[in-house]
């Protein structure tokens, strides 16, 4: 089933169902337990939510490189261009990871080989997947580099990456991750370690490589205004579960689950005075020890009924492109609901 504007034919990315669960000693831990979004050519998706809601977990899950053991991908599909990704074996997988498909890490200096420097680092994936080297190689780094704004790149792609400052080596991240013109690219929080200044600079560097390639962006975040300033659409998560996928605007203008209302009213206003900021009271479940029924049940500031901690609220679209992980609870709000359809089936 499409959501959101644009044909079916847009859609690069389908995520169905997908589940990933690690074994550990304290029990199973269900970090992605059924999540299901679509992303498509020149969009920005926002996958937002509190730590350890299982973005990132989501993501590796999508590049395959979720660490097995203790981690297993145990159900879904990812659909990568019509092609199941989760169906590939290992040898297939490479030849897609960081060509079709790439992913730039949150962290630059953990991401980046310190004995290697800049010109092998962002050629690797030139030459496994375009069969680059020599002459041609080292122009296309430093193209990829120029892409990318670093200035002099010519002398950089001598450099090592403890020789670039914080920023510097974000952008180097970038250039790896774009260099073969990937369908799609994920963002795991690239701007963590940047100040506000490096940050704004690099988020209009990647819509401004997006408005050239046409590459759909997964974007993870915590961080409310950088999902204004980058995303069309954005998916909440919690506890492994997408509570609410709808367009930016809806989800800053129309809130519907109380988790997505508290995340946004916990977000310091300029223009507004306050004696203390909003809190969301009570803690994330255990993800070894997840309720059966509703995630957010027990903080929820709606009063809750027995209902929601037994059965687990289906993600339903409440209006168009719209989609709500209701609790029984909230039910009340929408007289229509038996009437909706949940996400993934067929109308």
């Known amino acids: 089933?499409?959501?959101?504007?644009?044909?079916?034919?847009?859609?690069?990315?389908?995520?169905?169902?997908?589940?990933?669960?690690?074994?550990?000693?304290?029990?199973?831990?269900?970090?992605?337990?059924?999540?299901?979004?679509?992303?498509?050519?020149?969009?920005?998706?926002?996958?937002?939510?509190?730590?350890?809601?299982?973005?990132?977990?989501?993501?590796?899950?999508?590049?395959?490189?979720?660490?097995?053991?203790?981690?297993?991908?145990?159900?879904?599909?990812?659909?990568?261009?019509?092609?199941?990704?989760?169906?590939?074996?290992?040898?297939?997988?490479?030849?897609?990871?960081?060509?079709?498909?790439?992913?730039?890490?949150?962290?630059p200096m953990t991401a980046l080989n310190p004995v290697f420097d800049i010109d092998d680092q962002v050629g690797e994936a030139l030459k496994i997947h375009r069969n680059m080297k020599g002459n041609a190689l080292r122009e296309q780094v430093i193209d990829m580099l120029r892409k990318v704004r670093i200035p002099a790149p010519e002398v950089r792609i001598r450099d090592y990456p403890h020789q670039l400052s914080g920023g510097m080596r974000q952008r180097v991240v970038g250039a790896i991750g774009i260099s073969c013109d990937p369908e799609v690219l994920i963002a795991d929080e690239p701007t963590t370690s940047l100040d506000v200044t490096i940050q704004a600079q690099y988020l209009r560097l990647l819509k401004d490589l997006q408005a050239e390639t046409g590459v759909g962006i997964m974007f993870i975040t915590h961080d409310f205004g950088i999902v204004a300033k980058m995303c069309d659409r954005v998916a909440v998560m919690y506890a492994g579960r997408i509570v609410e996928h709808a367009d930016v605007r809806t989800i800053f203008n129309n809130p519907k689950h109380e988790y997505t209302k508290a995340l946004i009213n916990s977000v310091p206003k300029l223009e507004e005075k306050t004696g203390r900021l909003a809190q969301i009271d009570g803690q994330p479940p255990l993800l070894y020890n997840l309720p059966t029924g509703d995630a957010f049940a027990e903080r929820t500031p709606l009063p809750t009924l027995e209902k929601d901690f037994e059965i687990r609220p289906e993600l339903v679209e409440i209006e168009p492109d719209h989609w709500v992980q209701l609790s029984h609870s909230s039910v009340a709000e929408f007289d229509n609901y038996k009437h909706l359809v949940p996400y993934g089936a067929e109308y």
């Open 1 to 107: 089933m499409a959501t959101g504007n644009g044909s079916r034919s847009d859609v690069v990315l389908e995520v169905n169902d997908l589940r990933t669960y690690f074994v550990t000693r304290w029990g199973l831990v269900k970090a992605v337990d059924g999540v299901s979004f679509q992303l498509r050519r020149n969009e920005t998706l926002g996958i937002v939510g509190e730590s350890g809601s299982g973005k990132s977990v989501t993501a590796l899950s999508i590049m395959r490189l979720v660490p097995s053991p203790p981690g297993h991908i145990v159900g879904g599909s990812v659909h990568l261009s019509g092609e199941d990704i989760l169906q590939l074996d290992e040898k297939e997988m490479e030849k897609v990871r960081g060509d079709r498909v790439a992913m730039v890490l949150q962290d």
